[in-house]
């Protein structure tokens, strides 16, 4: 279990500025009134993204 516990923390440590920066985005489109969306693009550095759409991209599906 300490094995577990030493991998779940690197791992935590790891995603710590990535999750930030999520949450930062999230709050400040919060603060402008906005219904939070997510775009890959929002956080710099965030490479290998399938899950998500990036901004231009859907942007140019609501048009």
Avoid: C
Wanted: hydrophobic residues 45%; positive net charge; glycine residues 6%.
């Amino acid at each position: 279990m300490g094995l577990m516990a030493l991998i779940n923390l690197v791992a935590i440590t790891l995603l710590a500025k990535i999750a930030m920066a999520a949450l930062k985005d999230y709050k400040e489109q919060r603060r402008q009134g906005k219904d939070p969306v997510f775009y890959a693009d929002s956080i710099e550095g965030l490479t290998g993204i399938e899950s998500w759409e990036y901004r231009k991209h859907a942007e140019s599906k609501n048009k």
